[in-house]
């Protein structure tokens, strides 16, 4: 019997082992459960923060794509300037196509070379000369007038007349006077 009291003993406290094991794994199940709730209202928290930079993310990627596009149209507008451009700093001859509107004067080197148009002329008649013209051509008179004389100075101002009228034509084609 006392063997069997003694097998007993050892049940009793080997259940009595198992009650303690069993209340401490209780109070450890408690506290992981305490700690698995921290985590997870700290994964769902990490989560929505994840959520809102997912969406910042595709909002920047689409402002980044809109930029791109931009740049494109940009680039595209800088190549095309770069390849048609009129410097203002570059001395070699620049060539336009196209005409080109000053509201008031050209002016090379702070010098006025042309101005704005001249109204109130009326057109000359008769022949232009563009051919040579001695503007320096001395004409001999004597104390009376003959008929060559005057019909010499008559010529000159002839000439002369008709090297105004050129000149006339020469700033009317260019729209220097109207």
Known sequence: MLSGAEDIGKVVNRANDS?????????????????????????????????????????????????????????????????DYVSLSRVSQQNL?????????????GTKVIGQRVIGFTSATGTALKADFNADQS????????????????NALIASRQRIKALEDALRSHGLID
């Not at 989560?47 to 809102?52: D, F, P, T």
């Not at 004409?139 to 008559?154: C, D, H, M, P, V």
């Open 19 to 83: 009650g303690y094991e069993a209340y401490a794994a209780q109070l450890k199940n408690e506290e992981q459960d305490i700690i698995l709730g921290n985590h997870e209202e700290r994964i769902t928290k990490t989560e929505e923060g994840l959520a809102s930079l997912e969406v910042r993310v595709l909002n920047i990627e689409n402002d980044v794509n809109g930029l791109k596009i931009k740049i494109q149209d940009l680039d595209g507008k800088v190549s095309e300037i770069i390849v």
């Open 97 to 109: 196509s196209s005409p080109i509107n000053v509201k008031n004067s050209y002016s090379i080197n």
């Open 139 to 154: 004409f001999s008179i004597g104390a009376t007038y003959n008929q060559s004389e005057i019909q010499t100075l008559a």
